[in-house]
């Protein structure tokens, strides 16, 4: 059965920091490329961060370049997104993604190209 869970996220004022972490079984951790995306209300569902398991590849997108970190434990199958400088246009249900595309990891993927989800979970900046 494969699961992708997520933890932390919660609330924090902008300029402040927080992390989500996503702990993947049940499906080979190796040549996926692992990430995080995020959904704020009235918005389509954007790619933020993306690590290649063989960890080769990433991907930030622009609005978080400089701000936002993805890192991974590979003998957990865990990956991490570290957030800081936080701003209120961050806020958002933040989602783990698992993809089969490796190769496509240091490219923004589409929603089609993720092959697993977390549940999802919340992180809300306030100004």
């Known amino acids: 059965q494969v699961q992708l869970v997520e933890s932390g996220g919660g609330s924090v004022q902008a300029g402040g920091s927080l992390s989500v972490s996503c702990a993947a079984s049940?499906?080979?951790?190796?040549?996926?490329?692992m990430g995080w995306f995020r959904q704020a209300p009235g918005k389509e569902r954007e790619a933020v961060a993306q690590?290649?398991?063989?960890?080769?590849?990433?991907y930030y997108a622009d609005s978080v370049k400089g701000r936002f970190t993805i890192s991974q434990d590979k003998s957990e199958k865990t990956v991490y997104l570290l957030m800081n400088s936080l701003k209120p246009e961050d806020t958002a249900m933040y989602y783990c993604?698992?993809?089969?595309?490796?190769?496509?990891?240091?490219?923004?993927?589409?929603?089609?190209?993720?092959?697993?989800w977390g549940q999802g979970t919340q992180v809300t900046v306030s100004s």
């Open positions: 690590i290649s398991t063989g960890g080769s590849r990433t």
């Open positions: 993604a698992a993809a089969a595309g490796w190769s496509r990891c240091g490219s923004r993927l589409r929603d089609q190209e993720v092959d697993y």
């Open positions: 049940g499906f080979t951790y190796s040549n996926k490329c």
